[in-house]
C-alpha cells in the first residue's frame, strides 16, 4: 500500500539553524501539506502546496518557512533560522485530485531546537 | 472560520466497554468534510473515517460507528468493545470545499483502555 514517507525521523540542531524536513507524498496525489504539532498539543496547518506554488498558508508559516518540490518525488519544508518554539514534530501529507479525499500523513520528523 | 471542538481531554475505561468521543463543528460552509484521526503513542497519524456535508448517513465499520447530525454541527465516534489497543488520541477534523481542504484539528481526546 503507498505511503507518505518523511526523513529523517528525528532532527536535533541549534538555535539559529537552517533545517530542511523532506517527504515523499504519495506518488499520482496532487496537493501537499505540512502540519506540526507542538508535544501535547494539537496538530496545526502550516502550508498547503499544489501545481507547484502554495496554495494557502497560516500565519505561523512566516517569512522564516518555505516549502519546495524540487523534483517530481520531495516535497521539502525549510526552517531557515530555527527558533527554541519550533521544536515539533512536523508531518507531511498529501491527497488525490478531489476535495473529497482524505488526506494520508507520513510518520513525522521530530525537531528539536536546542 | 472552521473550528472544531473536542471538549473530552481524557477518557478512561475498562476493557470491552463501549465509549462516546465527542466532536462539535464550526463552519460557514455549506459543503465540508468531516474526519477522524487516530495517533497511538508511536505518533503517526491514521485516517480512521471521511464524512461529506451532504452524506448524514451514519456509519458501522467492525467495532467503530460514527454519527453525524448536522442539526447539532456533532460528529461523534464510537468504539463498542473496546480493547487496549485503542488506547491513543484521537483527533476530529473539518475541511472546507471553500477553504483549500486544509484540515482544522480539535484538541484531541486521549483514550486509556485499562484491563
Known amino acids: 500500500e503507498p505511503e507518505v514517507t518523511q526523513t529523517p525521523s528525528h532532527q536535533v540542531t541549534q538555535m539559529g539553524q537552517e533545517v530542511i524536513l523532506r517527504c515523499v507524498p504519495i506518488s499520482n496525489h496532487l496537493y501537499f501539506y505540512w502540519y506540526r504539532q507542538i508535544l501535547g498539543q494539537k496538530v496545526e496547518f502550516l502550508v498547503s502546496f499544489y501545481n507547484n506554488e502554495i496554495s494557502e498558508k497560516s500565519e505561523i508559516f512566516d517569512d522564516q518557512f518555505s516549502v519546495e518540490r524540487p523534483d517530481g518525488s520531495n516535497f521539502t519544508l525549510k526552517i531557515r533560522s530555527t527558533k527554541l518554539e519550533d521544536s515539533a514534530m512536523y508531518f507531511c501529507?498529501?491527497?488525490?485530485?478531489?476535495?473529497?479525499?482524505?488526506?494520508?500523513f507520513g510518520p513525522g520528523t521530530r525537531l528539536t531546537v536546542l | 472560520a472552521q473550528k472544531v471542538t473536542q471538549a473530552q481531554t481524557e477518557i478512561s475505561v475498562v476493557e470491552k466497554e463501549d465509549v462516546t468521543l465527542d466532536c462539535v463543528y464550526e463552519?460557514?460552509?455549506?459543503?465540508?468534510?468531516l474526519f477522524w484521526y487516530k495517533q497511538p503513542p508511536s505518533g503517526e497519524l491514521v485516517f480512521l473515517i471521511r464524512r461529506n456535508s451532504f452524506d448524514e448517513q451514519n456509519e458501522i465499520s467492525g467495532r467503530y460507528s460514527w454519527n453525524f447530525q448536522k442539526s447539532t454541527s456533532s460528529f461523534n465516534f464510537t468504539i463498542t468493545a473496546s480493547q487496549v489497543v485503542d488506547s491513543a488520541v484521537y483527533f476530529c477534523?473539518?475541511?472546507?470545499?471553500?477553504?483549500?481542504?486544509?484540515?482544522?484539528f480539535g484538541t484531541g481526546t486521549q483514550l486509556k483502555v485499562e484491563l
Open positions: 501529507a498529501s491527497r488525490g485530485g478531489d476535495s473529497y479525499n482524505e488526506q494520508f
Open positions: 463552519t460557514r460552509d455549506t459543503t465540508y468534510y
Open positions: 477534523a473539518l475541511s472546507e470545499k471553500g477553504g483549500g481542504n486544509k484540515l482544522t
